[in-house]
């Protein structure tokens, strides 16, 4: 494993890139701050010391330190929200997907917090120690979206056996139905972490995931404690009538107004033999870029790129993009009910 130092500058491996270490997540991710001024979160083993810092010793961020994303400005000119007729009652939930479903014994968790309604949520993440809160996370997540929260190792699953959510809801530029907020404690039984049959396909994500809901259509769901029976009950209310797979959602996209771009590479490409990551990342930003080009002069025009959820490298790549080259273009996670998952939205202004 490459040993790296706060303040180090280096390179990415197998994507374009680099920066200067700031920190650390946990034993294996690193946060390296971008030449564009963001903090991108990677695998050590994929940074390569390029400019050594000084001799300063390595300080790891605390892995149970709450992280605070601060509410983002609100644009003069922003879209609006797409709603649905469903999400003026709100739902939302908790899902955790292992990294390594194979190995439930040593894999780690990704957190998300996902909310499937036309609001914008206010939210706080706590977990309760003895009679007090900790945060976890806290910040704002738009509709029909969904949010990662942390990383779990096995040694975290004990913090987690009970945590509460606190959220407000609003919209934005518009009149709304006024919510209650709502605070709700969830009891977790994490024993359902080591169990297969504990992780259940889902609405909101490509692979299995263990799902608690903190509210249902508008009705919260205070002190639930997640069992095998809960989840499989709770699956088959969610599931929609019209259930149909990520292609149906693909083909359906095409028929609407929006311009609709499969970015994976099997789509664009009949083969990717003799490429690199690097070379397969190069030609679909270069494919991104093509179609940003084509419809830049239509204004008000959307365009939705569908990336796939992946370790976030395309996506990531695709913001900087936007960023750099396209700064007056607005950007927004596209709706997981019309879009399904790992696709962002782009609107040309």
């Known amino acids: 494993m490459n040993k790296l130092t706060i303040g180090d500058t280096v390179r990415f491996l197998n994507t374009i890139g680099g920066g200067i270490v700031k920190g650390f997540r946990n034993k294996q991710v690193v946060i390296v701050e971008d030449e564009h001024g963001f903090d991108v979160p990677v695998l050590i083993s994929e940074c390569v010391v390029v400019q050594p810092a000084g001799n300063e010793k390595l300080t790891q961020l605390p892995q149970s330190a709450p992280r605070f994303n601060p509410p983002v400005e609100e ?119 080591y169990k297969l049959h504990s992780f259940h396909e889902n609405d909101y994500f490509e692979d299995d995931a263990l799902t608690c809901f903190v509210i249902r259509n508008d009705i919260p769901e205070d002190k639930l404690r997640i069992s095998a029976g809960d989840l499989e009950q709770a699956m088959k209310e969610k599931k929609r009538e019209d259930d149909r797979p990520q292609r149906a959602r693909i083909e359906k996209i095409k028929k609407e107004a929006a311009t609709m771009v499969d970015l994976h ?44 959820k992946g370790d976030g490298v395309l996506r990531n790549a695709i913001i900087k993009e936007l960023k750099k080259n396209y700064p007056k273009c607005f950007h927004q996670d596209a709706s997981f009910r019309e879009y399904g998952y790992g696709a962002t939205m782009v609107t040309i202004k």
């Open 265 to 308: 590479i099997n789509e664009l490409l009949d083969t990717t033999a003799g490429m690199n990551n690097a070379e397969i990342l190069e030609y679909q930003l270069g494919k991104f870029n093509e179609v940003m080009n084509e419809h830049i002069h239509r204004k008000n025009h959307k365009i939705v790129f569908i990336h796939g």
């Open 75 to 193: 644009k003069k000119e922003e879209e609006p929200a797409e709603e649905t007729p469903e999400g003026e009652k709100i739902t939302a939930c908790l899902a955790w997907l292992p990294m390594d479903i194979k190995n439930l014994s040593s894999t780690t968790y990704e957190c998300y917090f996902v909310n499937d309604s036309n609001y914008y949520l206010f939210f706080n993440y706590m977990s309760r120690e003895e009679d007090s809160l900790r945060i976890r996370y806290s910040g704002l997540i738009e509709p029909n979206t969904k949010i990662f929260l942390e990383e779990l190792e096995k040694g975290d699953l004990n913090e987690i056996e009970r945590i509460t959510i606190q959220f407000i809801a609003f919209k934005r530029n518009k009149p709304f139905n006024e919510k209650p907020p709502c605070s709700v404690e969830l009891r977790i039984d994490t024993v359902k972490f």
